[in-house]
């Protein structure tokens, strides 16, 4: 017969192997309680580095406000729009299109975002590649004066990647007669339009220079891998977009330094136009089939900077003039540059610019909207001679004695008709607004 205490003895025994058996087994199942605590965890993570990306967004503004000459009230209000607009383009460049197995042809820049010396003229669009896989590019090529695809070597000491690989030319290419093409992308040889990538590569960025905005009319084209992705897709998840919003944020700060260290070079010599290539060495921002030249502008109140130059015979010419952030002016409202189209010349051939703080009356005016000191570029594409701007700083009461008797004018009414009809062709490039 069992004594009354074994038993007891027993079920104590027992209660402490379940107990035993019960925490093993919590110690391969996480409990809720653990669930939470591992969640919370994470989140502590997630808001810590969020915190980061902040700091570093706002360190790029800090560091915005004190790298530039321009230091006047407009110009440093600039500098905090420059880094925030540029947000837009961080993250569609390291976030939303940066997947080279699933890729998307995307707009760089337009009205809202700007950097670089972003042209007027031009819509700038580019997708990412892998030299492993083989991408078509195809649609209807549209009618714009000069269109270049390029290949991009990755650096990310700048803000767009290093050296141009291979390139092709819109006049180059073989369109089919109702206007459409295919271009094939790989790092093995093609039939028919072909461009070859590297394992240097990262991007291809397409160019369009409008010289009619009414009338040319942009690329509709899509692209895609062909016979499946040989990378990997980049996987959506949480560690994905914390470090894809960290890249943003250094990008930001990169974007700063990089344009500022290179204006510094064109400051030595204000209002004389200079070579980037006379003065780098390099080919990373030169315009692929064109001679480029850019200028840091100063004028102070009360001047007006005169330009002269016989614009060589060429597929596209243009002018385009930004604030000193290389941003263009507001070219929906503002006259931010002219081209082979739009601009007016002499009689005699010779094209007369005038860049001022109020309206000089002439055709060819280049707006300052307010800055004192900015970047402008000139571009000749595809010219067989590359003449040079004279340049004359004015007292602007004393602007006419300064240019020809002869200069051509424009009234007040042609001036409105002249920047309303760019107004309204922007939208056919850019669809919205």
Request: hydrophobic share 40%.
């Amino acid at each position: 017969m069992s004594n009354k205490n074994d038993d007891i003895l027993v079920s104590r025994r027992d209660f402490q192997r379940g107990i035993a058996s019960f925490a093993a087994l919590a110690s391969l199942v996480p409990s809720p309680l653990m669930a939470a605590a591992d969640s919370m965890e994470k989140e502590n993570e997630i808001g810590q580095r969020a915190d980061a990306i902040c700091q570093s967004i706002n360190n790029a503004v800090r560091l915005a406000l004190v790298r530039s000459t321009a230091t006047y009230p407009l110009a440093q209000a600039s500098a905090v729009a420059h880094v925030l607009q540029n947000l837009q383009l961080g993250l569609a460049m390291n976030y939303v299109n940066a997947d080279p197995a699933r890729p998307t042809l995307f707009n760089y820049m337009g009205p809202h975002v700007k950097q670089g010396g972003d042209n007027s003229d031009a819509f700038y669009s580019g997708f990412a590649v892998d030299h492993r896989n083989t991408y078509r590019l195809s649609g209807k090529i549209g009618s714009a004066a000069y269109v270049s695809i390029t290949t991009v070597e990755r650096d990310d000491s700048t803000p767009w990647g290093g050296r141009m690989g291979a390139g092709l030319y819109g006049h180059q290419m073989h369109v089919n007669p109702n206007g459409t093409f295919e271009v094939l992308i790989s790092s093995t040889e093609q039939k028919g339009n072909w461009l070859k990538i590297s394992e240097k590569d990262f991007r291809v960025t397409i160019r369009q220079f409008f010289s009619d905005w009414e009338s040319e009319k942009p690329m509709e084209a899509i692209v895609e891998v062909v016979n499946g992705s040989r990378v990997t897709p980049i996987p959506y998840t949480a560690e994905r977009v914390m470090t894809s919003m960290e890249a943003t944020a250094q990008w930001l700060n990169t974007t700063i330094r990089y344009w500022q260290d290179v204006m510094d070079m064109f400051r030595k010599t204000p209002n004389q136009f200079q070579g980037w290539r006379e003065l780098t060495g390099d080919k990373v921002n030169a315009t692929p089939g064109g001679a480029v030249e850019n200028c840091y502008w100063n004028i102070p109140d009360g001047k007006a900077l005169v330009m002269r130059v016989r614009p060589p015979q060429c597929r596209f010419w243009n002018v385009e003039f930004n604030n000193p952030w290389w941003e263009t002016m507001d070219y929906r409202f503002r006259l931010s540059g002219t081209n082979n189209h739009y601009a007016v010349l002499e009689d005699d051939g010779e094209l007369i610019l005038v860049a001022a703080h109020e309206d000089p009356g002439v055709p060819n005016w280049l707006d300052t909207c307010g800055h004192l000191e900015g970047m402008m570029g000139r571009r000749w594409m595809f010219a067989d001679e590359n003449p040079k701007f004279e340049m004359q700083l004015v007292d602007h009461k004393d602007l006419f004695a300064a240019l020809p008797p002869t200069v051509k004018r424009i009234s007040a009414d042609t001036r409105q008709n002249q920047i309303a009809a760019k107004q309204r062709a922007l939208y056919t490039r850019f669809h919205t607004l």
